[in-house]
């Protein structure tokens, strides 16, 4: 048994871990199979995340995070958790290989996922042409004429990404203002290659093989139009990702986590949740950063509180799993 | 086992002429997910050489195939039988999750 589980590795869920593994609680932290690192993997330059002057690309931030975690006693898991049980006051998580991991607490930092447009038209036409990725995805798309939905600031970096491969890149937001910040809307209005469709969702897709234009609605006058376009990236928000909590955590009308006051304390005694699966609001690394800060001290705050013989049994990580 | 990669010159013998099942995974290296998801295709193919062939075929040095086989999503896993393509696959998934969406050409 441990003492502290972290289930998640983006900012949150490694500055957790480099709290709890400076508090010598020795974590295990699981970092998902495919999407350990979690968002910043798939952006590019970070710019706003203090320390980096320079600005840092986000996949090597998160190798630093994790670096910084693994100095101080940290271990990574590379699989995904499958099955929750906060019962009483052991805490059992069970990952993909079938191992359980008991721990006498848990930091859920499980982030959010990318939200769909909800259309028919986008799961038929995923990897013909509508993407979630624009890092990813952006070389297929050179000298064509690029859509992008969204109006946060990730919707700017796509698009503003997307302009080294596109002819045009055509950003369509269904208000006539920006969510995104001042910096990153000033740099899209500055660039010659990106254009604003303001006040229209995309209601349709069309073309068979591959995507040949959308079906826009004026969401003022409610009139439709097409537009021809050759790609489409969808970068309109993200949603908590709660679903293994679904049952056993109370959630908010947001669909996050909640949690009590500015704390990291779910309506689980011993389960903490830190970073974008609580926060409906800000959503930026730092924030989950910090976010995971409060629920490393929360949790150690709360294994300060229990009894002694309990401890005792969570002190050798050597005996921490058990195999089915 | 890791999966071999396939180039243009290659890609016929490799794929189009096999008589096993292929699957080919569209990738490139400047692809976070295709990083990902590469060492758990390499652990399908250990485990099922018998009934399948995994390779890669890097998009960014053969641009040419991945136009013909209209890849506007990496990673793509397409998988190949008697020179057609049967099933497509976009995304990096967790192992379960792949084997599941391979299920009919991993019996």
């Known amino acids: ?31 998902s199979s495919v999407e350990a690192g979690g968002e910043l993997m798939n952006t ?21 995070m994790q670096e910084q975690a693994e100095k101080f006693g940290t271990e990574v898991v590379y699989d995904d958790v499958t099955h929750l049980d906060f019962g009483d006051t052991i805490k059992t998580v069970t990952l993909g290989n079938g191992e359980k991991h008991e ?25 013909r042409g509508v993407s979630w990725c624009a890092t990813c995805d952006g070389f297929f798309f050179k000298e064509k004429v690029i859509a992008v939905v969204g109006g946060g600031d990730s919707a700017m970096e796509e698009a503003t990404f997307l302009t080294r491969f596109g002819s045009k890149v055509i950003v369509i937001h269904r208000k006539d203002t920006l969510r995104a910040s001042k910096i990153m809307q000033e740099r899209a209005f500055a660039n010659e290659k990106i254009q604003f469709v303001w006040n229209s969702e995309v209601v349709g897709i069309d073309g068979e093989e591959a995507v040949e234009g959308l079906r826009l609605r004026d969401t ?6 097409t537009l021809p376009v050759g790609g489409l990236f969808v970068a309109i928000g993200n949603d908590p990702r709660t679903h293994l909590v679904h049952g056993l955590l109370d959630l908010t009308p947001e669909g996050t986590i909640a949690v009590a006051g500015r704390s990291s304390k779910t309506s689980q005694t011993g389960v903490f949740a830190a970073g974008d699966v609580i926060d409906p609001t800000y959503r930026q690394a730092v924030t989950a950063a910090a976010s995971g800060t409060v629920a490393a001290l929360d949790a150690e705050h709360y294994l300060a509180t229990l009894p002694e013989e309990l401890l005792a049994q969570a002190g050798d990580p050597a005996l921490a799993s058990v195999t089915n | 086992m890791s999966a071999r990669a396939v180039t243009d010159a290659t890609f016929d013998q490799e794929v189009i002429n096999n008589e096993k099942t292929v699957l080919v995974d569209f990738w490139a290296e400047w692809c976070g997910p295709c990083r990902a998801v590469s060492p758990i295709l390499d652990q399908i193919a250990a485990e099922n050489s018998d009934k399948i062939d995994i390779v890669k075929l890097n998009v960014d040095d053969h641009p040419a195939l991945a136009a013909k086989y209209m890849i506007t999503s990496i990673p793509a896993m397409k998988v190949f039988q008697k020179g057609e393509v049967v099933k497509t696959v976009i995304g990096a998934k967790p192992k379960p999750a792949l084997e599941a969406d391979l299920a009919a050409y991993l019996k």
């Open chain 1, 44 to 64: 590019t330059e970070v710019e706003n995340y203090p320390g980096f002057a320079d600005g840092v690309q986000g996949p090597e931030l998160m190798a630093k």
């Open chain 1, 1 to 31: 048994m441990r003492q502290i589980i972290i289930i998640g590795s983006g900012p949150a869920g490694f500055t957790a871990a480099i709290y709890a593994a400076r508090a010598n609680l020795k974590p295990l932290l699981i970092a």
């Open chain 1, 220 to 225: 003022v006058t409610g009139e439709e139009s």
């Open chain 1, 103 to 127: 721990a006498l607490s848990v930091i859920f930092a499980t982030g959010s996922a990318y939200r769909k447009l909800g259309l028919d038209d986008e799961e038929r036409l995923s990897g």
